[in-house]
């Protein structure tokens, strides 16, 4: 990624069963009351607006984003809804998960799962499906095929130099898995002076966290900055706690004029019990919510990046050729298998990739640029699985699982991920106010799995599984991008897009299909598998931006259709209920962004979504949701902070965070009716004491109120996942 500055450009508990039109009224009176104060997060991250507040950037008329293109452009040229928050933000939130600071921009929310384990909604329902693309400096931190919705605990999110959010698929750079958005994070720069900084805080729930950063320059055309994070929690509820290391070291060198290399290094250890956030039945929910029925579970995750770009620059033409090394190992006892299939599961990926992209700058009256690239990548990888035989007292939705044994062993294979993809993208200025964009890029994939079982069939007591003792899938995909941005003046910009994505299936989803209750069953689901296709999206979206130097604004409405997504449904030739290619869902909404000062001193960032996401034509195995709105997908996702300097060094800022209401299932049924959303606040301050030290503070859930970080139906009962109550967390920042 070049950070190169581009060539000249154009100027109490929250549970309320509800009757649909009390839900209607509250719904949208909570929506008119936020309009009025909020409006969304993405700008304040372009501006670096949360602190401190008295301060208003330069730089405010001419942010940059560097994701699209893998190159610093300005945000007023960009054909996409992209927030960007700044390494000065980040610092200041402190985020101990994601969700505490993705939230910043508009349209986007994140639950805890547990520890730091998330689930995602951009621009789609709350998920865990592979519908984003996690990127470190413009490089996936996975490979297509082994998605892992907890992939941002994978990335030292507290020591990056600043995160990067497009909401919707991406350009032509980017490939499967970027359907509903793609989530940057951006390492620190090296800076010119070397310096060190240690920062040890405590907290409640037996919080434990040493962030230490140092940079070391020994030269001007060198230096090499490294960031360490090692945590630990007790966790709030029963077997909740976890440990993590993280190290990442990056090192900018320039060879010579106009030849530059950075080289990054990051590697991350997490030891976590994973409840899983278990839910709890509503009695639990709200009088026991330290319970956790799924003590036994657990997570062992290690991840290593190794990078390095190498920028050749030739006048008007850019070479950059990025090789990569990456390694995944997770092992697993998911608690969202105990109820179904209890198993322990280890897989390990090794990728080999090379990033080569090729930039010239045409020039002339058009301003015509050029990006060409090839994306290679070979991730070899292994799933082995064994099954569990469980102990467990209650039943339905209130049973607790508390132990186990390892049963037979259900899956073992090697599976080879290539792909090899080119693209095509060039912009160009027919008008000296107006900025084209187009891209083009074509996706060849393909898998290739060798099964170390030697037998048809694996089985348990009660399941058997289907072997294949070989199997390829292959799939090639053309993604077609179009944009184009419109100067009204200097500070206020138009745009609008058109762009597909496509998510291929998974490896798990080809190859290891889950049980039946006979062999020929399991043997044909197995061979079913084989037949999933790549789930297709297209969204169309216009927005209005303004950046000022003293208040900055966006608006957006996107519509997004998502078509081949997998359903559940009875094959005719078999009789057996599998997934296929079957499901469409819309999604469409308005996302809006305000940022400024209010006052000397005084400074209002917000964020604002309404949406509504719905089954256009999904018919399962069961029942037909079509026409249905879709569970876990609130409306309304808001979050407003209001930050107050009263003097140079100390910053207090409050924060209002919204959740809407959503529906439980998928039948919006009312008898389970909705979780009725709920709205909490957090506190943060800062003081400088003097140039090398300050303190800080976070209170977190401000009223100790009781909500939910996800709520649905289980064992047809209403179950609740109880987030975080008041918690207090304070440390120390000292510099050298």
């Known amino acids: 990624m070049s950070l190169r500055s581009p060539p000249p450009l154009a100027t109490a508990h929250g549970l309320v069963l ?175 002076t070397s310096e060190l900084s240690l920062t040890p805080e405590v907290g409640s729930f037996g919080w434990r966290r040493v962030l230490a950063d140092g940079n070391l320059s020994w030269s001007p055309d060198s230096a090499l900055r490294a960031a360490v994070n090692v945590t630990h929690t007790d966790g709030w509820r029963a077997a909740t706690g976890y440990d993590r290391e993280s190290v990442n070291v990056r090192w900018d060198h320039a060879l010579s004029a ?40 657990y997570r062992k995750v290690r991840a290593l990046r190794v990078s390095t770009e190498l920028e050749i620059e030739q006048g008007a033409t850019l070479w950059t050729l990025t090789p990569y090394l990456r390694s995944n190992f997770m092992e697993l006892n998911g608690s ?42 070979r991730s070899p990888g292994t799933r082995v699985e064994n099954a569990l035989n469980l102990t467990r007292v209650g039943s339905g939705a209130n049973t607790a699982y508390t132990g186990y044994t390892v049963g ?87 745009y609008a897009s058109l762009n597909h994505g496509f998510r291929a299936p998974s490896e798990g989803q080809l190859f290891r299909a889950g049980s039946a209750a006979n062999a020929p069953d399991a043997l044909a689901r197995a061979q079913l598998a084989l037949a999933l296709k790549p789930i297709k999206a ?4 216009v927005g209005l931006r303004r950046q000022g130097s003293q208040w900055q604004w966006e608006a957006v409405a996107y519509d997004l259709v998502k078509r081949d997504d997998l ?68 409306r309304l996702i808001a979050n407003t902070r209001l930050s107050w300097s009263p003097r140079p060094g100390a910053t207090v800022q409050a924060e209002w965070v919204r959740i809407g209401p959503y529906w439980l299932e998928a039948s919006n049924s009312a008898t389970f009716g909705q979780y009725a959303g709920h709205d909490v606040f957090n506190l943060r301050w800062r003081q400088e004491v003097s140039p090398q030290l300050a303190w800080f503070a976070r209170l977190m859930n401000l009223s100790d109120k009781r909500y939910a970080d996800s709520a649905s139906v289980s064992s047809n009962t209403p179950v609740y996942s109880p987030a975080l109550p008041r918690a207090l967390y304070a440390g120390l920042e000292a510099r050298w």
């Open 18 to 192: 509800r009757s649909p039109a009390a839900r209607l009224r509250r719904s949208s009176l909570s929506c008119a009351a936020l309009a009025l104060v909020c409006g969304s997060g993405a700008l304040q991250a372009q501006t670096g607006t949360a602190a401190p507040p008295e301060t208003s950037s330069p730089e405010a008329t001419q942010a940059v984003t560097v994701t699209g293109t893998r190159e610093r452009v300005l945000v007023m040229e960009t054909p996409a809804s992209v927030g960007v928050i700044s390494g000065r933000d980040l610092r200041f939130t402190g985020p101990m998960h994601p969700q505490q600071l993705l939230a910043q921009v508009p349209g986007v929310a994140v639950a805890v799962t547990n520890g730091e384990g998330h689930s995602t909604a951009i621009r789609q329902p709350f998920t865990t499906g592979p519908l984003y693309l996690y990127l470190e400096d413009g490089i996936a931190t996975r490979a297509t095929g082994f998605f892992n919705h907890n992939a941002l605990y994978e990335v030292n999110l507290p020591g990056a130099g600043g995160v990067e959010v497009i909401r919707g698929p991406g350009t032509a750079l980017y490939g499967s898995d970027a359907i509903g958005g793609i989530v940057n994070v951006l390492t620190r720069t090296p800076s010119a």
């Open 258 to 297: 106009g030849v530059r290399t950075k080289t990054i290094l990051g590697f991350t250890r997490i030891d976590q019990q994973t409840g899983a956030n278990s839910a709890l039945v509503l009695a639990d929910y709200l009088n026991n919510p330290k319970k956790n029925n799924f003590s036994i579970a």
């Open 336 to 377: 969202f298998n105990l109820a179904s299939d209890p198993r322990i599961e280890k897989s390990d990926v090794q990728s080999l990739g090379l990033l080569a992209k090729w930039r010239h700058d045409v020039g002339g009256p058009l301003r015509l640029r050029l990006v060409a690239g090839l994306d290679l990548d």
């Open 408 to 494: 037979n062993r259900i899956y073992d294979y090697e599976v080879v991920f290539k792909s090899v993809s080119s693209y095509l993208h060039a912009e160009l200025s027919p008008l000296p106010s107006v900025r084209v964009s187009a891209g083009l890029r074509a996706d060849r994939l393909s898998f290739d799995m060798r099964n170390a079982l030697t037998t048809a069939t694996t089985q348990t007591s009660t399941r058997v599984y289907g072997q294949q003792a070989a199997a390829q899938a292959d799939f090639s995909h053309l993604s077609p991008k179009l944009g184009a941005t419109w100067a009204l003046t200097p500070a206020l910009s138009a």
């Open 538 to 541: 297209d969204q169309f979206e």
């Open 567 to 634: 359903v559940s449904q009875r094959d005719l030739a078999t009789n057996l209920s599998t997934n296929v290619n079957a499901g469409k869902t819309r999604h469409r909404g308005v996302e809006l962004s305000l940022g400024g000062r209010l006052a000397p001193g005084w400074r209002l960032d917000a964020a604002l979504s309404r949406a509504k996401h719905t089954y256009e034509d999904w018919v399962t195995a069961t029942a037909n949701f079509s026409g249905k709105e879709m569970e876990s997908a609130p």
